[in-house]
C-alpha cells in the first residue's frame, strides 16, 4: 500500500505528471551532480522532453517546473512568489545560478528540447537531462519518466520512487483487503492506519492528515476569493468560483439542489488555482485535484465537520482505493487517458464518503466501483495543452458524481455484478486499447476541434 502521504502531497499546478514530476527530476538531476562533485565543473546544461511531456508540455507550465527545480525548488516547499521572480529574471538574464557563485548560460528556448514525436520505451512521460564540462565533455547524463501524480523514476529503476516499508496488512486486490478485514475484525482504516504506522507515528498521521484538509481548504477560500477575472494561458477562460460564491452567499436556499451548486463550486475553486500554479494537494494527481478538496468541503458543510478523526478517516479509505489503482493500473492520463486522473479521485472520494456516511465495506467497494464504471473510457484531450478546459468542469461533474454514487452506495444498496477489482483491471485494459492522441497529446478531441484565439 502506498501512504497516505504519498498519494496525498502538497505541490503547485497546473499537473503532477507534467509539472510536479519534472521538477522532481530536475531537482534530483543537480543533487545528483552535487553529490559527484560535478556541480562546480557544469558548463552547460541541455533538457529534452519526449511524448506527453513535450506535446503538452508548453500548456502544462514543464519548461518552467524544469527551470524551477534547476534552481532547487521543491514543489513541497517551494515559494511560487520568489519561484516565478527566479524565473523571470533567468529568463532576462538567460543566466542560470546553480551554486552561489557559478552560473551559467542557459537559454530555455535552445536548451529545452521538445521531442513530441518520440516517445520513450517505458513511459509517455519521458524527460532527459545531460550536463556538460567547459571541454564539452559529458559530465552526467540521466533519464527520468514522470509516472503520474507527482511521482518519478530513473531508466534504471523503473519502480516509482515511493516510501516503503514492512507493512503488516499488505493487499494487493480489493478482495485481499475484504479478506483481511474478515480475519482481523478490522474495518479498512485501522487496516490502512496500521500500514500507514509502520511509516509515521500514530498521532502524527492524524495530524498530518488534518494539515493535509487545511491545504485543501486554503485552495478552495483562495479560489473563491480570487481577484483575478481570467486565467493565463491563451484560452481566455474567465474564473467562475468567486462569482459562484457571491451568489450562493446571497442566495442560501435557492432550490432543492442547492448542495450540488455548492460542490461544483467547491471543486471549480480548487480547479482554478490548480491551472493558475498556485499551491493545492495532488490528490492523486494535479488535474483531478479538485475533486477530493470538493466533496470534503460538501461534508464540512452539510455533514459534519472535517475533524483530525474525519480527515484521517476520510484519507485512509480513499488510499486503500487509490493505492489499489496505482498498483494494478495507472493514475497518468498520458497513460491512461482522464479516466486514471478523473475517474480514479472520483473513486477514491466516492468510497471515502461511503465510509463517512456509515457503509461497510461492500458499500465502499461499491462506491468505488460506481463510481470508477461511469468515468471508464473517458479522454484526456486538453484545450491548448493547458489543465483548463475541459478539465476545470470535469472536477465539478465529477464531485457530483462521486457523492451520488456514495449516495447510492449506502442508502440504496444493492448486491453488485462488478467488483471493484475488476472494474480497475477494466479502465487499465481501456486505457491501454485507447489511441495515444486520447492521452495528454493535445492531438485529438476537443484539443483540435477547439480554436484558442488569442487577444
Not at 511521482?151 to 483487503?177: G, H, M, R, W
Not at 481501456?430 to 478531441?445: N, R
Request: glycine residues 8%; hydrophobic residues 40%; aromatic residues 8%.
Amino acid at each position: 500500500m502506498d501512504s497516505i502521504f504519498d498519494l496525498f502531497s502538497i505541490g503547485i499546478g497546473p499537473s503532477s505528471s507534467h509539472t510536479v514530476g519534472p521538477m522532481k527530476a530536475a531537482n534530483a538531476f543537480m543533487k545528483e551532480l552535487k553529490t559527484k562533485g560535478n556541480l562546480s565543473n557544469v558548463n552547460r546544461i541541455e533538457v529534452t522532453l519526449y511524448g506527453s511531456l513535450a506535446n503538452t508540455g508548453k500548456g502544462h507550465g514543464t519548461d518552467q517546473a524544469v527551470i524551477y527545480g534547476l534552481l532547487g525548488y521543491k514543489p513541497e516547499s517551494i515559494d511560487i512568489a520568489k519561484a516565478r521572480l527566479a524565473l523571470t529574471e533567468l529568463i532576462n538574464t538567460n543566466t542560470l545560478a546553480i551554486e552561489k557563485y557559478h552560473r551559467i548560460v542557459f537559454n530555455p528556448d535552445s536548451h529545452i528540447e521538445f521531442s513530441g514525436q518520440e516517445y520513450l520505451k517505458f513511459h509517455p512521460n519521458g524527460i532527459r537531462f545531460q550536463a556538460f564540462d567547459t571541454g564539452n565533455t559529458l559530465l552526467q547524463a540521466e533519464t527520468f519518466y514522470s509516472t503520474g501524480g507527482g511521482f518519478i523514476c530513473t531508466a534504471d529503476d523503473t519502480t516509482p520512487k515511493i516510501t516503503t516499508s514492512v507493512q503488516p496488512y499488505p493487499f494487493n486486490s480489493f478482495d485481499e483487503l475484504a479478506k483481511i478485514c474478515s480475519c482481523s475484525k478490522m474495518n479498512i482504516v485501522e487496516v490502512v492506519l496500521a500500514n500507514e504506522a509502520t511509516l509515521t507515528n500514530e498521532d502524527k498521521i492524524y495530524e498530518k492528515c488534518h494539515d493535509i484538509w487545511l491545504v485543501m481548504n486554503e485552495s478552495v477560500n483562495r479560489g473563491l476569493h480570487s481577484q483575478e477575472k481570467i486565467l493565463p494561458g491563451g484560452l481566455n477562460l474567465n474564473r467562475r468560483a468567486p462569482e459562484f460564491f457571491k451568489r450562493l452567499t446571497h442566495h442560501k436556499n435557492i432550490d432543492s439542489l442547492n448542495q450540488i451548486d455548492w460542490l461544483n463550486m467547491f471543486a471549480l475553486a480548487v480547479s482554478e488555482e490548480n491551472a493558475r500554479g498556485n499551491r493545492i494537494v495532488t490528490a492523486p494527481t494535479n488535474g483531478a485535484a479538485g475533486i477530493i478538496p470538493s466533496v470534503l468541503s460538501y461534508i464540512n458543510q452539510f455533514h459534519l465537520p472535517i475533524t483530525r478523526k474525519v480527515s484521517t478517516e476520510f484519507f485512509a479509505v480513499a488510499t486503500a482505493i487509490g493505492s489499489l489503482y496505482k498498483k494494478n493500473a495507472s493514475i497518468s492520463g498520458a497513460e491512461v487517458g482522464c479516466q486514471g486522473e478523473v475517474g480514479v479521485a472520483c473513486s477514491m472520494a466516492a468510497g471515502a464518503l461511503a465510509h463517512i456516511l456509515g457503509g461497510d465495506i461492500k458499500a465502499i467497494e461499491n462506491a468505488a466501483e460506481i463510481a470508477m464504471e461511469h468515468n471508464l473510457g473517458m479522454t484526456c484531450d486538453p484545450i491548448g495543452g493547458l489543465v483548463q478546459a475541459p478539465c476545470i468542469e470535469r472536477n465539478a461533474i465529477a464531485a457530483v458524481k462521486a457523492v451520488n454514487a456514495a449516495r447510492m452506495a449506502v442508502y440504496n444498496p444493492n448486491e453488485s455484478k462488478v467488483s471493484l477489482d475488476t472494474v480497475i483491471k477494466t479502465m487499465y485494459q481501456t486505457g491501454k486499447d485507447m489511441g495515444s492522441k486520447y492521452k495528454e497529446t493535445s492531438h485529438g478531441g476537443l484539443a483540435i476541434n477547439v480554436s484558442i484565439v488569442e487577444c
